[in-house]
């Protein structure tokens, strides 16, 4: 028995084994199908199956949180947006100063969304970066405000370097 499938390595029967040791082949494929496979087992209500290193096969059961919102706190009076920000988090800013929020190019993917929340009294201006656009219906619609302290946005990605943004806006 030496004929190892292509990508799991799993030991097949030659033809001749076939033959001669037939219950004893299975045998072998199947201990190392099941082997392969014993971190698809387990798991509970509300986690998902994860890779957990760059090894093949190698998963692990971890807990779906997509109910928890993370922060992501900026007291500048600047900030760009960063691809990590789409990820299920509300941007706050907060200064005495009014405070620019810049969208970069070529960050986000269609359909990413970023939550920004001026908690600050200094007014929150959405910008574009360079080859990005922005449509809005604020006063400015290429370069929305947040209307006021606790006001909050949410910025879509709508297209390649195209955004929109929905919310309190001025």
Same mark, same amino acid.
């Given at each position: 028995?030496?004929?190892? +499938?292509?990508?799991?390595?799993?030991v097949?029967?030659?033809?001749?084994?076939? /033959? #001669? %040791? $037939?219950?004893?082949?299975?045998?072998?494929?199947?201990?190392?199908?099941?082997?392969s496979?014993?971190?698809?087992?387990?798991? #509970?209500t509300?986690?998902? $199956?994860?890779? !957990?290193s760059?090894?093949?096969m %190698?998963?692990a059961? &971890?807990e779906?949180d997509d109910s928890t919102?993370?922060f992501? !706190?900026? *007291?500048?009076?600047?900030y760009?947006?960063? $691809? &990590? %920000? @789409?990820?299920n988090?509300? /941007?706050? +800013?907060?200064? @005495?100063?009014?405070? #620019?929020v810049? /969208?970069?190019?070529? /960050?986000? @993917?269609v359909?990413?969304t &970023?939550?920004?929340?001026?908690?600050?009294?200094g007014?929150? *201006?959405?910008?574009?970066?360079?080859?990005?656009?922005? +449509?809005?219906t604020g006063?400015?619609?290429? !370069?929305?405000?947040?209307? !006021?302290?606790y006001? @909050?946005?949410?910025?879509?990605?709508?297209?390649?370097?195209?955004?929109t &943004?929905v919310?309190d806006l001025?």
């Open positions: 028995m030496a004929n190892p +499938t292509t990508y799991f390595g799993w097949m029967p030659t033809a001749t084994d076939l /033959v #001669t %040791d $037939l219950p004893a082949d299975f045998n072998i494929f199947g201990q190392g199908v099941d082997t496979m014993q971190d698809l087992l387990g798991g #509970t509300g986690q998902v $199956l994860s890779k !957990a760059n090894t093949n %190698d998963f059961w &971890i779906q919102l993370a992501n !706190a900026q *007291t500048g009076t600047t760009t947006l960063v $691809l &990590i %920000d @789409a990820a988090k509300l /941007v706050t +800013t907060s200064n @005495a100063s009014a405070v #620019t810049t /969208v970069p190019p070529s /960050v986000f @993917a359909g990413n &970023i939550n920004v929340q001026s908690i600050g009294v007014l929150t *201006t959405f910008a574009q970066g360079a080859g990005v656009t922005i +449509t809005s006063a400015s619609a290429s !370069a929305p405000i947040l209307r !006021a302290r006001s @909050a946005a949410t910025i879509i990605c709508t297209a390649s370097n195209v955004f &943004i919310g001025a």
